[in-house]
């Protein structure tokens, strides 16, 4: 079983949709990582985070350590936003060089 | 700034050969590492580093070395290529991993083919 578990693995939403994302990790993280890889395969960095909600612009971000669950929430999505979302996490202390990454959530929005 | 430059873009190797992917950061970054991306799995790490002269293995570093001499310069080295490693790699770095303040910046891929 994946340590990082992404769901859905694809989505399609029409423009004007709320999205989100779900990531559901196994192990004790010092912090978890969003990232967008656009259809040319270069790949950002989105957020980074280690406890409660991060939003820049339409894009927000919440961790739950307890349940050991994230969520990625896209409003009013636009088809600029397709791409693969990608979770990732830094294990706990001593290990925090080791990211493991899920495999992916292919969204495509549509006008 | 040029962030992470990763080269080539594009690589084709003969089974047997050897290659060297370059990656170099001008961020100052501590952080650098190295992924391998195949269809339907994830990013997986291959190796990684903390600092000048220190690297160390991830989840799949069979048939791949790497060094890091200097901060900025992060090479990653197939001695013997095998067709298993066709893949899109990846560089990447950060100013420390584990800093809520510090997020990965990542080199645009290298697409390796190795018949």
């Known amino acids: 079983k994946n340590e990082v578990e992404q769901s859905p693995q694809n989505l399609t939403a029409q423009e004007g949709e709320f999205i989100t994302i779900n990531c559901s990790y196994s192990?004790?993280?010092?912090?978890l990582h969003w990232l967008q890889q656009h259809p040319g395969g270069g790949i950002v960095s989105l957020f980074m985070?280690?406890?409660g909600k991060k939003k820049h612009g339409r894009l927000i971000a919440t961790i739950n350590i307890q349940e050991k669950h994230s969520s990625l929430h896209i409003t009013a999505s636009h088809p600029r936003d397709s791409a693969v979302y990608i979770c990732?996490?830094?294990?706990?202390?001593?290990?925090?060089?080791?990211?493991?990454f899920g495999t992916g959530t292919r969204l495509q929005v549509t006008l | 700034n040029a962030g992470v430059t990763q080269t080539p873009k594009f690589q084709v190797l003969k089974t047997g050969q050897s290659m060297t992917l370059q990656c170099a950061q001008d961020m100052n970054h501590e952080y650098m590492s190295w992924y391998r991306q195949d269809p339907g799995m994830g990013l997986r790490l291959i190796h990684y580093s903390v600092g000048a002269g220190i690297t160390d293995q991830g989840e799949v570093p069979n048939g791949y070395n790497v060094s890091r001499s200097t901060t900025e310069d992060f090479p990653l080295r197939l001695l013997s290529a095998a067709p298993s490693q066709t893949s899109v790699y990846f560089c990447?770095?950060?100013?420390?991993?584990?800093?809520?303040?510090?997020?990965?910046?990542f080199g645009n891929g290298t697409r390796l083919t190795v018949t």
């Open positions: 990732a996490v830094s294990p706990g202390i001593g290990t925090a060089s080791k990211l493991t």
């Open positions: 990447a770095s950060s100013y420390s991993i584990a800093s809520v303040g510090s997020p990965l910046h």
């Open positions: 192990v004790g993280i010092s912090a």
């Open positions: 985070l280690s406890s």
